[in-house]
Each structure stands twice: as structure tokens, then as C-alpha cells.
């Protein structure tokens, strides 16, 4: 079974300033889909970044990017010029390319952004 | 884009009673949709895949008897929470990829509250 880790709960950055959230995983399959969600206060599950697991081009959406290293089994999430409404849970979540669409989530990280 | 509407967003019952949660896909047909469960400060772990007209699929260690799960339509699927207890109260999210077989973002509702008393 695939297993996703956040080892780190809590995370703060300074508004604007740049902040990286890590996320390693454990699979055998060799394609697969990454993804980073975010959850605030009001607990909607929203999309951040997603990244295919054969393309070798790292993700990016605006201020957001990822680090995707796929031999070390590592997808980091990378939030520049943080804004206060960054200020959130971030799961980082796997997804089998074939067969069920169901995800695999970490234990999340709480970002703090501090004005 | 596609919309996931899920109620009620907060239900408080009595232990022993049961409750039932509704995920709809609004403007598009999803043969399958998933249960998540989200205990306080936890992350979301899959209770179970509910599959339009056949029976649903659950995750090890999850009590099929206490969560039922109904999909008998392309756009709705239920979650009934039988005879709660306190220990059940969490926070229920379902979801649902929008194309079956495609490199689609799943789309989640808006999560629904239940406090057993």
C-alpha cells in the first residue's frame, strides 16, 4: 500500500516571504499522480498543484511550485511571496494512475503566514 | 466547473440515533464517489468508495453495517451513520472525479459536521 508523509505539523513564514513544505511518499508503482491540497478554516478541500509522475517538468500554479524528485520519492510544495490567506492545512496526497481515483493523504501541515 | 453539494454541513443527534449525509454532483454524472472521514487536527482517511448501482467498497477496519452507503443514482450518493455513538463524531467529506479513467482533479463537498450527543 502507498503511504504518504509530512513531517512537519507546523510550519510559519512571514507574509511575502518564501516557504517549503515537504512531502515524501512510498510506492512501487511508477505512475502515479501528486498533488498538494489545501484546507482552511472553512475546511473545503481545494487543488493547490497537481503533477504527473512521467513528466519530469515540476508543476507550477502562480505563486505555487513543487519540487518533484522522483528516484527519492519526494514532492515538496513551494509557496512564494506568502500572502495571509495562504494560511492553512496543506495535504500532500497520492493517486494511483490506474484503477481506483481514491487518494492517499499525509497527516497535513499547518502553515501560519504572520503579517 | 463542476460542483459537489453535500448536506447538511452540521447535524447534532442523539447516541442511537442515525443520521444520513447527501453528496450530489451537480452538473455531472459520477459512477463513483468517495468518503472520507477527518477526525479534529487529523488527516482525511477513505471510509469507502460508494459505486452507482452496485455496493459500495470499504476500507479495511471501517464497519460496513454502521456506515451505509447508498449510490442508486448517478449524482447522488449517501452516507448513513447507524445507531451514532459518540465515538463517530468527526467531520464526513465526500468526492468525486468529474470523468472516470481521466487524469481529472477530484472535486469535494463541503464537508458535513456531526456531533453525536
Known amino acids: 500500500a502507498q503511504t504518504v508523509t509530512q513531517s512537519q505539523p507546523e510550519m510559519s513564514v512571514q507574509e511575502a516571504e518564501t516557504v517549503t513544505l515537504s512531502c515524501t511518499y512510498d510506492?512501487?508503482?511508477?505512475?502515479?499522480?501528486l498533488f498538494w491540497y489545501k484546507q482552511p478554516p472553512s475546511r473545503q478541500m481545494i487543488l493547490v498543484i497537481r503533477?504527473?509522475?512521467?513528466?519530469?517538468q515540476n508543476a507550477t500554479e502562480n505563486r505555487f511550485s513543487v519540487n518533484f524528485q522522483k528516484a527519492a520519492k519526494s514532492f515538496s510544495l513551494k509557496i512564494s511571496d506568502s500572502q495571509l490567506g495562504d494560511a492553512a492545512m496543506y495535504f500532500c496526497?497520492?493517486?494511483?494512475?490506474?484503477?481506483?481515483?481514491?487518494?492517499?493523504f499525509g497527516k497535513g501541515t499547518k502553515l501560519t503566514v504572520n503579517p | 466547473g463542476a460542483v459537489v453539494s453535500q448536506h447538511p454541513s452540521w447535524v447534532i443527534c442523539k447516541s442511537g440515533t442515525s443520521v444520513k449525509i447527501e453528496c450530489r454532483s451537480l452538473d455531472f454524472q459520477a459512477t463513483t464517489m468517495f468518503w472520507y472521514r477527518q477526525f479534529p487536527k487529523q488527516s482525511l482517511m477513505l471510509m469507502a468508495t460508494?459505486?452507482?448501482?452496485?455496493?459500495?467498497?470499504?476500507e479495511q477496519g471501517v464497519e460496513k453495517d454502521k456506515f451505509l452507503i447508498n449510490h442508486a443514482s448517478l449524482t447522488l450518493s449517501t452516507l448513513t451513520v447507524t445507531s451514532a455513538h459518540p465515538e463517530d463524531s468527526s467531520f464526513y467529506i465526500c468526492?468525486?472525479?468529474?470523468?472516470?479513467?481521466?487524469?481529472?482533479?477530484?472535486?469535494f463537498g463541503s464537508g458535513t459536521q456531526l456531533s453525536v450527543l
Open positions: 460508494s459505486n452507482e448501482g452496485s455496493k459500495a467498497t470499504y
Open positions: 468526492s468525486a472525479p468529474p470523468h472516470r479513467g481521466r487524469n481529472e482533479k477530484l472535486f
Open positions: 503533477q504527473e509522475a512521467y513528466k519530469q
Open positions: 510506492t512501487s508503482e511508477s505512475d502515479y499522480y
Open positions: 496526497a497520492y493517486r494511483s494512475q490506474g484503477g481506483s481515483e481514491k487518494l492517499v
